[in-house]
């Protein structure tokens, strides 16, 4: 979900998002996704959890089925969340203050 665009201090775009990622182990191993040429946010071929942005009115745990299920293929069988991260990254001119909810 991105909350709002504002102009930083340098005059610079300015977006804020909040998103929900699945930390998805199998046989101790890792699932990750390709990042797209579609993200906004990241850089494209870098490798990520799959997730993505909260839509408006989406409960957190709506999120992480409709990603995994795009994403991956996979169905959601439990969520519990481990962590939260308020991070900033910068792409195509854009300032991101990023807030990311991670999930078991």
């Not at 991105?2 to 890792?30: F, K, M, P």
């Amino acid at each position: 979900m991105e909350l709002e665009v504002r102009r930083g201090t340098l005059g610079e775009h300015v977006r804020s998002r909040v998103s929900a990622y699945a930390i998805a182990t199998a046989q101790d191993q890792l699932l990750l996704t390709q990042l797209s040429d579609v993200s906004p946010v990241f850089t494209p071929g870098l490798w990520h959890l799959p997730g993505g942005g909260i839509d408006p009115g989406e409960q957190t745990r709506e999120t992480l089925e409709r990603e995994l299920q795009e994403e991956t293929g996979l169905e959601l069988l439990d969520a519990r969340l481990v962590d939260a991260r308020a991070y900033t990254a910068h792409r195509l001119g854009v300032s991101w203050n990023l807030v990311g909810l991670f999930y078991l």
